[in-house]
């Protein structure tokens, strides 16, 4: 045998899977299209036929039968012997208003939001600016003021990762000796809600900007928290609620550069009492070559928006430029680990 030949050609199953990872643009695409139609919303009652499917979801027979079959082959959705389709566990994720839902997020990892900015992933390899700017001729959240239908579709899909992290975050770390929480950037809420609802002393207070106002307000409503929550329109480059036990930033620091992300946190430190804490709540890239979700959200953060996710150590890095000291890194059941700090100063509580 020739050991050159052996070497060049690898083995059938690693060009299978190769094959397989080089066409997941089909999979997204198809599962978008899926939340798009209110597929998984329609079979909530029972099995129907893509016939049926196609006339309450506007759509051509066949074709629908087409994606709906090579769905169920990858077992979203399941077709009955009879040829009607029904709904899977996967599926399930995918209806609107059940815990856990995955379809806001499907729609907005398939939108031309999103995936026109993954399709000029060269461009930030190549130039280390976010795609997303080039693609759309400004920043996201400059495009995301500009437009309330594309705000409204990534807050629902940042709501959506929230929920599904919420009960881990609330098991990995004590929360209840906070009579008082801010959460910078936090959207419409949910965090808040769930800290409250979780501390029934405690009051919390959601800093973000104004198109999120509306929705933080009808949640915080629906919740009837409104007498202990507070929504406060604002940058969090600007002026920060002071004097609060707790600082939360969720998803916030990944978004930007280093410089910008050290100035935010140079806020809350002006806004904090020597006692108070800080938790960053972010994807913490681990040490070593181990696989990990946060090495692929940095490529997310790459794409869209030029920020990253960051090692332990370099949240340390961070913090202290800040004027802040990390105390712990607290993982979580869920992708997200919690980064607490306290002003330089103060040393950590026993």
């Not at 060269?122 to 920043?139: C, N, Q, Y």
């Not at 800093?207 to 409104?226: I, K």
């Not at 600082?247 to 910008?260: E, F, G, P, Q």
């Not at 108070?276 to 490529?299: C, N, Q, T, W, Y």
Request: with cysteine.
């Amino acid at each position: 045998m020739n050991p050159e030949a052996s070497q060049a050609a690898p083995p059938a199953g690693d060009g299978a899977a190769l094959r397989q990872l080089i066409m997941g643009f089909r999979t997204t695409q198809m599962i978008y299209v899926a939340a798009k139609l209110g597929i998984a919303d329609h079979l909530r009652e029972g099995p129907q036929t893509a016939d049926t499917l196609a006339q309450a979801v506007g759509a051509a027979p066949r074709p629908l039968y087409r994606l709906l079959r090579a769905l169920a082959s990858i077992g979203i959705f399941a077709e009955t012997p009879q040829g009607a389709f029904e709904i899977t566990q996967s599926a399930r994720l995918l209806q609107s208003n059940v815990t856990g839902s995955l379809r806001t997020t499907a729609l907005l990892y398939g939108d031309d939001l999103f995936w026109a900015t993954y399709g000029r992933m060269l461009h930030s390899v190549r130039t280390g600016e976010p795609a997303f700017d080039d693609v759309h001729g400004e920043s996201l959240f400059r495009h995301l003021e500009k437009n309330p239908a594309a705000a409204s579709l990534f807050h629902q899909a940042m709501s959506g990762f929230s929920d599904q992290e919420m009960a881990a975050i609330l098991a990995a770390y004590d929360f209840s000796g906070f009579a008082s929480v801010v959460d910078i950037g936090g959207g419409q809420g949910a965090l808040v809600a769930a800290l409250l609802k979780a501390n029934p002393g405690m009051r919390g207070t959601i800093l973000d900007l104004e198109p999120a106002a509306e929705g933080a307000r009808r949640f915080l409503a629906d919740a009837g928290l409104t007498e202990r929550a507070t929504f406060v329109p604002g940058d969090f480059f600007g002026t920060i609620p002071s004097g609060n036990d707790l600082y939360l930033l969720k998803s916030v620091i990944h978004n930007w550069n280093d410089s910008a992300a050290a100035d935010i946190l140079r806020g809350c430190r002006r806004a904090m009492t020597d006692d108070a804490r800080i938790v960053v709540i972010e994807r913490v890239i681990p040490a070593g070559k181990v696989a990990s979700e946060a090495m692929l959200f940095d490529i997310n953060m790459l794409v869209v928006l030029g920020g990253q996710e960051r090692t332990e150590q370099e949240y340390r890095v961070l913090l202290h430029a800040a004027g802040l000291e990390l105390t712990r890194v607290v993982p979580t059941g869920s992708a997200m680990s919690l980064i607490e700090g306290v002003p330089s100063r103060v040393r950590k509580m026993p």
